[in-house]
């Protein structure tokens, strides 16, 4: 979709997030991480990996500054990780 046709729609467009769970990076197991849509196995064992290495992570930011996702694949994930 491109930006034009959603500021068409905008005004009709309603996104619930009350049913979405966060993910908290801390806590998380490779089934977890792997049966979110923007993660992939290689992508969910570097997480769980530097987090067996580096301990708990003290937030989100961590996972693109170390880069273990793309930037772009972080950007869309970030909205659903926490590190409570």
């Known amino acids: ?3 034009e046709n959603f500021e068409k729609i905008r ?5 619930d997030t009350v049913g979405v769970t966060p993910i908290n ?6 089934s977890l ?3 979110h849509p923007y993660l992939n ?3 969910s064992r570097a997480i769980l990996t530097y ?11 961590e996972i693109e500054e170390n880069n273990l ?7 869309k994930l970030k ?4 590190t409570e």
């Open 1 to 3: 979709m491109t930006g």
């Open 11 to 15: 005004d009709a467009v309603y996104i």
């Open 25 to 30: 990076i801390n806590a998380a197991d490779f």
């Open 33 to 35: 991480l792997t049966r």
């Open 41 to 43: 196995d290689y992508q």
């Open 51 to 61: 987090r067996e290495i580096n301990g708990k992570f003290n937030n989100t930011a």
């Open 69 to 75: 996702l793309p930037h772009d694949i972080y950007l």
């Open 79 to 82: 909205s659903y990780l926490v």
